[in-house]
Structure formats: C-alpha cells, structure tokens
C-alpha cells in the first residue's frame, strides 16, 4: 500500500493488523480519484470508517487542506497516526476514535460541510442509506462535492438517496465503489 500521487506520491502506508480492517487497494484509490477529478485546490475530505487513513491520505496529497479522520478501532488510530507521520502530513488532519454516527453529530455541531466524504465500513456491518441520508438531511457535502462509497460488489444502492445522485458505480473483484453528488451536479456532466 502506498501513496499513489501527489504531494507524497511513492510514500509507503502500513496496513491495520488483523483482520477486522480491509484496505483499500492502491489500483482501487487510484481509480477513485480518476473518477472524482484527480486534484484539489483546497478544501476538506471525510474519512468516516478511515482504517488506515489510506483515502484521506490520498486527498491530502492530491491537494485537500484537510482532512478529518475517524474510526471506532484503536488499532486503527494508531495507524492513521504513524502513516500521517510518515508523509508528514499531521498538520492538515484531524483524528478521532469514535462510531460514525456518534462522529456525524460532532461533525454537525461544527457546521462543516466537505468536497469529498469517503463511507467505506465493515462490509457486513453497511448502513450506507442511512450514512448518506443524514449527510443530505445535515447539508455536509459542498454542492460540487462527492460521497466515495466503498462496498461489496453485490450490493447495489439506489439511483438517488436523499438530494444526491448516483454518479458513477464501477467493480473492482469483489469490491464497488459507488459514488454520489448532488442532482444539480448531473446537468454538469
């Protein structure tokens, strides 16, 4: 696993250990970022079920301010930490070990709102609707952003959930990255 472009492109990530985290794939990220536009000027990501950080590593070095991680495993946190340290990223990131729904509420108290809002959980444990719904219902999406669904290939979400639509789905094996925008985005593409 490793940063596959920009600012820390080349840099080595560790991986969670165990079994309980399923990184996302170098090939994988790469074709994310390919489909949400591969560079950034500024703004802020969400990484909801971060895992190793890798994503929201990914956005910092294509050019995201900043990123806020989250996972409930302390395992995981602790990854997060030593991959910032070794792209020396600290400074654009915030990390905290919580659930997602509880993160969501802290995240609306602050009034963010974000370009791009990574979902990746456990595969066996999906509430994407109801992720993604909340996000749309608490405004945390900038209009031009984008929700990266990451999930099993044998789930398919619905065309529209809340005011945002499925932009593009692709399969990776067994994985699928669907990804979501606001509907006022589709007169664009």
């Known amino acids: 696993m490793r940063v596959v472009s920009g600012q820390y492109k080349g840099r080595p990530l560790k991986a969670?250990?165990?079994?309980t985290t399923r990184p996302t794939?170098?090939?994988v990220k790469e074709a994310i970022f390919n489909m949400v536009g591969p560079y950034f000027d500024g703004?802020?990501?969400l990484d909801l079920f971060a895992g190793s950080g890798g994503l929201g590593i990914e956005a910092i070095s294509r050019g995201i301010e900043r990123c806020i991680f989250v996972d409930r495993e302390h395992k995981a946190i602790q990854t997060i930490h030593k991959?910032?340290?070794a792209c020396h990223?600290?400074?654009a990131a915030e990390v905290y070990r919580n659930d997602a729904e509880r993160a969501l509420k802290a995240?609306?108290?602050?009034?963010l709102r974000f370009e791009?809002?990574?979902l990746d959980p456990p595969y066996k444990q999906q509430k994407l609707k109801a992720l993604i719904s909340s996000i749309g219902e608490n405004l945390l999406l900038q209009e031009k952003g984008f929700i990266i669904t990451e999930h099993a290939a044998d789930v398919q979400l619905p065309e529209g959930i809340a005011q945002f639509s499925l932009i593009k789905n692709e399969t990776y094996g067994m994985t699928k990255i669907s990804i979501y925008g606001s509907k006022s985005r589709l007169g664009e593409e």
Request: proline content about 4%; overall charge negative.
């Open 25 to 27: 794939t170098d090939k």
């Open 16 to 19: 969670v250990p165990g079994v």
């Open 83 to 85: 991959n910032l340290e």
């Open 89 to 91: 990223a600290e400074e």
């Open 107 to 111: 995240i609306i108290k602050r009034e």
């Open 43 to 45: 703004g802020m990501a």
């Open 116 to 118: 791009l809002i990574f």
